[in-house]
């Protein structure tokens, strides 16, 4: 079973950059896709990013297309999301999730291993 730990959350101005961290425990990471998802206050939690298992296929969500960049480094178990040109309006707790065998989805419901989350905080 993967476990999945998120780090690099913090404090930054608007348009600054963070890179999110996911590192993976358990047998079997490269089978995974990965996926990034968002809470924001009051909200529900949404898609963000995501990875399929092979690494050839990324599929973004249209509020970070062109700012956001997630990759992957099997041989060192971690996912990372480059984010650049931040907003206010991507403040939320961010989640790092697995789906095994997966092409990348952008639904929630398709991801069965979640990290505990990470806070961004984007002031304006």
């Known amino acids: 079973q993967v476990q999945l730990v998120e780090s690099g959350g913090g404090f930054v101005q608007a348009g600054g950059s963070l890179r999110l961290s996911c590192a993976a425990s358990g047998l079997g990471h490269s089978t995974y896709a990965m996926g990034w998802f968002r809470q924001a206050p009051g909200k529900e939690r949404e898609f963000v990013a995501a990875?399929?298992?092979?690494?050839?296929?990324?599929n973004y969500a249209d509020s970070v297309k062109g700012r956001f960049t997630f990759s992957r480094n099997d041989a060192r178990n971690m996912g990372y999301l480059q984010m650049i040109s931040l907003k206010p309006e991507d403040t939320a707790v961010y989640y790092c999730?697995?789906?095994?065998?997966?092409?990348?989805?952008?639904?929630?419901?398709?991801?069965?291993?979640w990290g505990q989350g990470t806070q961004v905080t984007v002031s304006s």
């Open positions: 990875i399929s298992w092979t690494g050839a296929t990324t």
């Open positions: 999730a697995a789906d095994h065998y997966g092409l990348g989805s952008n639904v929630q419901q398709n991801y069965d291993v």
